[in-house]
């Protein structure tokens, strides 16, 4: 799983999300499944590679595969969404955590503020901030 997780950040970092995907995809035919940090590096090479549709997709795929997002996950799916312009998604998103039982951080809501900013949004982005 480790050697795995760092392939696929190895791919994120290098701007390729297909084989992040594929690397995603062929862990669960080997030994090692894929846990949060799997799908969170994956979802950042989507972001990266502007597929926000195909980094939500993953985030969906978790529960299936019995992995819990964390905040680093919803991080990353959140900025995929702001890479997209898709503000309200991002939001969306942002919205769901506490019921996951999962705490936004400074990173998730600079991602979600983002969103707002891009989607020219500003009252949203401030609103966010109190």
């Known amino acids: 799983s480790v050697t795995c997780n760092a392939a696929i950040s190895a791919c994120e970092k290098g701007g390729q999300w297909q084989a992040a995907m594929f690397l995603l995809s062929t862990m669960s035919d080997t030994a090692s499944s894929p846990d949060e940090i799997s799908y969170s590096a994956a979802i950042s090479a989507c972001q990266k590679g502007g597929q926000w549709q195909l980094a939500l997709h993953v985030l969906s795929l978790m529960p299936d595969a019995k992995v819990v997002p964390d905040e680093i996950t919803y991080s990353a799916a959140i900025s995929a ?6 503000w309200q998604l991002a939001l969306d998103l942002l919205s769901l955590m506490p019921d996951a039982k999962v705490v936004p951080d400074t990173i998730t809501y600079s991602a979600a503020i983002s969103a707002c900013e891009k989607g020219g ?3 949203v982005a401030l609103d966010l901030l109190s």
């Open 121 to 123: 949004q500003w009252q």
């Open 81 to 86: 969404c702001e890479k997209g312009g898709q």
